[in-house]
């Protein structure tokens, strides 16, 4: 059932609504919230979203439960490839929990944390932006990795980064559900404005198994779900651009490299020069590549994650 | 006057990109200025540009104090506002929001900590400021409330305000909260408009300045007299949002002084004018902040009281 979570006239002939699908399950148990879109240029749970109400509209006989599926946490933002809220500064996954009667954003925030604050659990699918392309993942912050990291294991991806805990990052949703008793993973994938089917698919595994695992599906288990690696931030290894130019890669994400190993390469097209070679810095997997070809001095080109 | 380059980035297409810093008198690093790290921050450009002339002119007279060194950059940041864009052209970031910086991270982080490397030595800090809502203020300090108490130097602007105000999670991530973390006494000074320039509230603003550069023992110079300022803390504000949308057709302005039941805007149907909502006050006050913009969606913040 489509339900409106928050909703605000704009100027002209217009409202700001932010909607729900919810699915009720045959029989009770808990309740799963599946949340993308904060970042309206981030569109790849779009398609696990669809996936997830497909599906699960025409199996509600076997969940044990409630889903909660919110695709489009900043409308606006998605239709307008815009990143944050038209017409407002601060990215809205800085400005939870929200609060009422301060400012329309605020209180869109405020009123998406009230309608899942009483949630088992959350999903909070994000894609990286345009700049980067990722490997399945979900970003863990240390203080709460004991909670969620088997819960994080449990959704067919390929690394759980376990990152430090920092102030600015206590206004993300999953830090205010989180503290608010709601288990939330945050997961990273794919690239922004784009939609990668294969990392859909995964993902749409992934939550179907998390339901499984938690009592809340009852059909068949998904197979072959993937194991994740565990690294802390101190396994991870950033290679920045040490000059502005085009950047031309030449290894695909996830793929496994030799220190040494050649990245790609920052050229000057006007003189036909190379400026720099990028190389691994370490042996081990290419979690994050570089997908806008134009770079800056110090725009992040790769992360590895160092065998160990 | 000693003109210095603070950073500078090689780019793909354009030519390089520098941030320059404007530095007297010598001796202890006293007082640092920072003018627009956005690219929308045109009158915060032109308060530092018109601190910079003022200053040469005083030290070319010898009114600067032995001993101290006063620093302004009044930008960090024409890569956006050549082109029209408030963030970073490249990917849209805030340099306000990478402090302290990283100078082996991205591109503004760098920026950040090249900044902030030069800024941190400074005894005081003002940093002039816009904020994320559009609308105009009455011209103000603000200061980031932290353990030490900075209030009573802010009263050297002689600025109507001072707003103590509460540090949010985004605070950590600026410059102003940063500055205070390294002991630098900091201040956000915020000059009424941001992508326009208010000539009277710039003026006011750069007097302010000023002013605070003489009282703090910077200058041998008179300046004008300020005023005697008030203390604002969180709890002293009301917001009114709007309960309709529309056109905005404001009676009131920032700085403005109103009386209980007195009406402060209307809010205008966009396609026949009948008026949907009118916003009055709801007690006697001063209007701290008043949204600017000739249109209104429902729930934003249309004034701030005090
Ligand atoms: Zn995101």
Redesign the interface.
């Known amino acids: 059932m489509i339900k409106t979570v928050f909703s605000?006239?704009?100027?002209?002939?217009e409202k700001?609504i932010i909607q729900k699908n919810q699915i009720q399950g045959a029989f009770p148990g808990k309740r799963l919230c599946i949340v993308t879109g904060t970042h309206g240029d981030e569109l790849e749970g779009q398609y696990v979203c669809f996936l997830l109400s497909e599906f699960l509209n025409k199996n509600t006989d076997k969940i044990c439960g409630t889903i909660d599926i919110y695709p489009a946490v900043n409308p606006l933002g998605i239709d307008s490839i815009t990143?944050g809220m038209p017409?407002?500064?601060?990215d809205m996954n800085?400005i939870f929990p929200g609060a009422k009667?301060?400012?329309?954003s605020d209180?869109a925030a405020y009123s998406i944390v009230e309608d899942i604050k009483t949630a088992d659990y959350a999903v909070d699918i994000h894609a990286s932006?345009i700049?980067l392309r990722e490997i399945p993942q979900a970003r863990i912050n240390v203080d709460s990795a004991s909670a969620l990291t088997g819960l994080a294991e449990m959704l067919n991806i390929d690394l759980i980064w376990i990152h430090p805990a920092?102030?600015?990052?206590?206004?993300t949703l999953a830090h205010t559900l989180n503290s608010l008793g709601v288990k939330t993973i945050v997961i990273e994938t794919g690239v922004g404005m784009r939609i990668t089917p294969v990392y859909g698919q995964r993902l749409f595994n992934g939550i179907i198994n998390l339901m499984h695992k938690t009592g809340m599906w009852l059909g068949k288990a998904p197979e072959n779900i993937s194991k994740p690696i565990i690294a802390a931030t101190d396994a991870v290894s950033?290679v920045?651009a040490v000059?502005?130019?085009?950047f031309l890669p030449e290894k695909e994400y996830g793929v496994m490299l030799k220190k040494g190993d050649k990245i790609g390469q920052i050229v000057?097209p006007?003189s036909g020069e190379i400026l720099s070679e990028v190389f691994s810095p370490d042996d081990g997997l290419l979690m994050t590549i570089r997908a806008y070809p134009?770079?800056?001095?110090?725009?992040?080109l790769a992360r590895v994650i160092h065998n160990s | 006057m000693r003109k210095e380059i603070i950073f500078s980035m090689k780019s793909p297409y354009r030519e390089e990109f520098h941030i320059y810093g404007y530095v007297f008198g010598s001796g202890e690093k006293t007082v640092a200025v920072v003018g627009a790290m956005r690219g929308d921050e045109i009158q915060q450009q032109f308060v530092s540009s018109q601190l910079v002339r003022i200053l040469t002119d005083m030290e070319r007279c010898g009114q600067i104090t032995q001993g101290v060194e006063i620093l302004v950059i009044p930008s960090a940041n024409h890569f956006s506002m050549n082109i029209g864009k408030r963030f970073w052209p490249m990917d849209n970031t805030d340099i306000n929001r990478m402090f302290p910086g990283y100078d082996l991270g991205e591109t503004t982080q760098r920026i950040a900590s090249a900044l902030f490397d030069k800024l941190k030595k400074y005894r005081y800090g003002i940093q002039l400021a816009s904020y994320h809502f559009t609308g105009s203020f009455i011209p103000h300090v603000r200061i980031i409330k932290t353990a030490v108490d900075i209030t009573k130097e802010a009263k050297f602007f002689g600025m109507p305000y001072i707003y103590v105000k509460s540090p949010e999670p985004f605070d950590t991530v600026m410059l102003n909260y940063n500055w205070q973390i390294w002991e630098t006494k900091a201040y956000s000074v915020y000059a009424g408009t941001t992508a326009v320039i208010d000539k009277p509230a710039a003026k006011f603003t750069w007097n302010s300045i000023i002013r605070f550069l003489f009282q703090a023992g910077l200058l041998n110079c008179k300046t004008e007299p300020g005023f005697v300022s008030q203390v604002l803390e969180d709890k002293c504000f009301r917001t009114l949002t709007a309960d309709n949308a529309g056109f905005f057709y404001r009676q009131k302005s920032s700085g403005s002084t109103v009386r209980k039941g007195e009406l402060l805007a209307k809010i205008l149907n966009p396609y026949d004018g009948s008026v949907e909502g009118e916003i009055f006050s709801p007690e006697d006050a001063t209007i701290f902040f008043a949204h600017d913009k000739d249109l209104i969606s429902e729930k934003t913040a249309a004034f701030q009281l005090i």
């Open positions: 605000a006239s704009l100027p002209i002939d700001l990143r017409g407002f500064d601060l800085r009667d301060t400012s329309l209180y932006n700049f920092a102030t600015v990052l206590e206004s950033f920045n000059d502005s130019g085009i000057k006007l134009v770079v800056y001095e110090g725009s992040l």
